[in-house]
Each structure stands twice: as C-alpha cells, then as structure tokens.
C-alpha cells in the first residue's frame, strides 16, 4: 500500500481494478493535496480503510453496472460506512441510478474531469456520515408535471430515448426538461440530480398543484 500526505490528514482509499489504470486517480488526488493509499484488491478494503484511516473510498472499476453494485453490496454488507465514489468506464444514467440506489456517494464516467472529483472527495470527507451526500434545494422549486414525469423517470433509471417513447414525446423535448430540472433544482448535471431525490425523497412535495 503506497501514500502520498497532505498538509490537513485528508485520506482516500483508492481501488483500482486489475484492467485500470493504477496511476490516473491516484496522481489527481495526490495531487490535490490528499493522503491517499492504494488497494490493489477488493477483499482488502475493509482493513485499508482501518489501517489508512481512510474517510472514503473511490473505486475505479472497468466492468458493467453489476460490478459497481457488487462492491458497494460487500463494503455494506461487511459494515463499511465511509462514503464510496465510483468511477466507470460506462457509467450512464442507469448504472449511476443503480450505485446511487446501492448506496455511492457520486458516480464519474471516465475520463472524469479532476475538479470535479476532487470536489467530490472533499466534500464527502467534510461530511463522513451518513454516507448519501445530503444536498439542499434552495427555494424549493415547483416543477411542473411534465418535469415531475421526467425526473420520475430518471430516479427509475431510464435514459432519454425510452422517456421520449414513454411519455410520447420527442428526445430533443426530454433533454430540454431535463436541463429545466438540473437548472431549477441547481444541480450540475444528471448524476446529481438522482442523488438528489434519491437522497431527499422529495418527488412528489415539488410538483405543481
């Protein structure tokens, strides 16, 4: 297990699968100025997360939806707590609703841009427990029902072309909802608006009356 300190104590797990690469995450953290230790299996994690003293893990992993939920099932199921982030090489909005579901704090597709991993990290690390990161809505916007059908759909996973098929509209007219809920629940992008009502449970108190 190799480390890099920071100034603060910060410290991330890091978990690269066989097929990643063990550099990439690790460079941008570091970089950062985080303390970050290696784990180069997933049955060591428990115990890095001991011995690093580790308030996160971010995991990079190679493989379908399954393998993420696969890892955040062990790690809770063992009694890990820390919050986990996932980075994928397909990680669509299905999947990112599935790890979400399953318990990940944030969810990156590669290549995942450093700030906003950073970002990521920092921020679960200021906040450790409960591990669902805790967003607030500022206002409290009212959708309307249509973006209430939207988001519905969303939080179930489903991508654009099948809420255009369900909802009988056009994909263009879908991702323009979609852009009206990240910008009135003043997320950044999708992954965190399902975070965000996976977390709060607060469907159904914003739609219109």
């Not at 200021?126 to 805790?134: A, C, D, H, L």
Request: hydrophobic content about 40%; overall charge positive; glycine content about 8%.
């Amino acid at each position: 297990m190799s480390s890099s300190r920071s100034a603060d104590g910060s410290s991330v797990l890091l978990y690269v699968d066989r097929s990643g690469n063990h550099h990439e995450l690790f460079d941008i953290l570091s970089g950062a100025g985080l303390l970050v230790a290696r784990c180069d299996e997933p049955s060591g994690l428990q115990v890095g997360v001991r011995n690093a003293q580790a308030g996160c893990i971010v995991a990079d992993l190679a493989g379908e939806a399954g393998s993420a939920v696969d890892l955040l099932a062990r790690l809770r199921s063992g009694g890990c707590t820390v919050p986990i982030i996932i980075v994928m090489e397909r990680a669509d909005i299905p999947t990112a609703v599935r790890a979400l579901r399953h318990g990940a704090a944030d969810v990156f597709k590669k290549p995942v841009a450093p700030e906003d991993l950073v970002r990521a990290v920092v921020g679960v690390l200021g906040v450790r427990r409960p591990y669902v990161n805790k967003m607030q809505f500022r206002g409290r916007p009212r959708l309307t029902h249509r973006e209430g059908e939207v988001l519905s759909h969303l939080t179930s996973g489903k991508n654009t072309k099948e809420i255009a098929r369900i909802l009988g509209l056009s994909a263009r007219t879908v991702e323009t909802y979609r852009s009206n809920l990240i910008r009135k629940l003043a997320v950044r992008n999708t992954t965190e608006l399902v975070r965000l009502v996976i977390s709060r449970e607060v469907l159904q108190p914003l739609f219109q009356r």
